[in-house]
């Protein structure tokens, strides 16, 4: 409780630093879903992704998980209020938006210099390219993505270290936290990295699951891009203080992807979730889960000069193995079929005169 204390009593004033001058910082969030504001006041999007999905356990079809669906429905507000200081509101408009449910984030930003501070509900600073990437550009995922609350309240100070690297930590509710106890809290320490065609995002992360018990991660994102390929790998260790070994509760997930022209994309993804660990402190990837996912599809983009404004996507995944938790629609022998559009429709861009 004191370590816990000490570290919010250091980190919560800092979120109201007030000086003049104002930083080119990205917010600190989901990086392909993280636009910085430049010559805008206000920005106002919406992003809607429509989907028919097939899915079933061996032969039998898997009906809650088959038919059309209306996958994500998002309202995303961006503005300025005065030269560094920013917010930006993110709200699914198909989730029961009682006790900020709906909200995935609601924040005020300031940055000054090399120095960034966000405070309100934010993206749980953990790293990896799948847990990055905006979930309406994600078809098939692992165990861990699939299971893993990410959207919290707290406070964030991020530090450029260089024009190419930038070290962030932040004090977050838990993303274990329950109706029943919202005193849990997360300590996390990532680093954005981004080298020539070799970026990061890596995280340490000491996360509260129980009242005074914590589980940490080590996550590892790695990307490689040349010219019209792209290579991701993530790799994340979990351990808490009972079970401290290496790969007995892990997550490996990567994925290769290849650009012919600007408006295909072509992918290969797997996934390979364990917890062997015999304890039940890992609430997302479940004792006694070997789980793996392989798969791939392709996106279109059709609209040659505003590309990223309509998408159309295909993609075929299968699991097998075993799933700890028997709630998750991934089970052994699960095929996963899913095609769909995305479309976003920029409403409003307020600019400077």
Request: charged share 20%.
């Amino acid at each position: 409780m004191k370590f816990r204390r000490t570290l919010l009593s250091l980190l919560i004033p800092m979120a109201g630093v007030s000086t003049a001058a104002s930083s080119e910082l990205p917010p600190m969030g989901p990086q392909d879903d993280s636009t910085p504001l430049k010559d805008e006041i206000m920005r106002l999007d919406l992003e809607a992704r429509i989907d028919y999905d097939y899915t079933a356990h061996g032969s039998d079809t898997y009906r809650p998980n088959t038919g059309f669906q209306g996958k994500y429905f998002m309202l995303r507000v961006d503005g300025m209020i005065t030269d560094g200081l920013t917010y930006s509101w993110r709200q699914r408009l198909n989730k029961n938006p009682a006790d900020f449910n709906g909200t995935d984030w609601l924040y005020l930003r300031y940055a000054t210099g090399r120095w960034g501070f966000q405070a309100g509900k934010e993206v749980v600073a953990i790293g990896g390219y799948e847990y990055d990437r905006s979930p309406v550009n994600l078809y098939g995922c692992s165990v861990f993505w699939n299971n893993i609350p990410c959207f919290k309240f707290g406070v964030s100070a991020g530090f450029d270290i260089s024009k190419n690297d930038r070290l962030t930590f932040q004090v977050s509710e838990s993303p274990f936290v329950t109706s029943g106890n919202h005193d849990l809290y997360g300590y996390n320490l990532m680093w954005n990295g981004s080298h020539g065609s070799f970026e990061t995002i890596y995280s340490a992360n000491l996360l509260e699951y129980s009242t005074g018990h914590y589980i940490s991660y080590l996550s590892l994102g790695n990307r490689l891009t040349f010219d019209k390929v792209r290579f991701e790998l993530d790799f994340m260790n979990r351990a808490t203080s009972r079970q401290t070994f290496l790969f007995k509760d892990c997550s490996v997930v990567t994925e290769l992807s290849y650009k012919p022209t600007p408006a295909w994309n072509i992918y290969g993804k797997y996934s390979y979730d364990v917890n062997h660990t015999g304890h039940d402190a890992d609430l997302v990837v479940m004792d006694g889960t070997e789980m793996s996912m392989a798969g791939g599809g392709l996106e279109f983009f059709p609209l040659p000069t505003k590309r990223g404004l309509l998408r159309l996507h295909a993609g075929c995944f299968y699991y097998w193995g075993k799933n700890g938790n028997p709630d998750n629609f991934m089970q052994s022998k699960t095929l996963y079929v899913t095609t769909g559009l995305t479309f976003d429709m920029n409403l409003l861009n307020i600019r400077r005169k």
